[in-house]
């Protein structure tokens, strides 16, 4: 868990997620604008991968982060 010494936010933060394994790609027949492919993480793969970093608090935009 995370928060904000700032204002003492909890719940919500900002950063950057970052994941690599094996997906399944397939094609994208449901929304046409968009990609027109798209993929599912294959989740049970051992070899998986993913990184969190917290950049700033959601509500008061401070980046006086601790981890709790
Ligand atoms: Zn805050």
Request: glycine share 4%.
């Amino acid at each position: 868990m995370y928060k904000c010494l700032n204002c003492g936010n909890t719940e919500k933060f900002l950063g950057y997620a970052e994941e690599k394994g094996s997906v399944l790609i397939y094609k994208n027949d449901f929304d046409p604008s968009s990609e027109p492919y798209t993929w599912v993480y294959m989740v049970s793969e051992k070899n998986w991968d993913s990184n969190l970093t917290v950049n700033k608090c959601f509500v008061c935009n401070s980046k006086n982060i601790i981890k709790i």
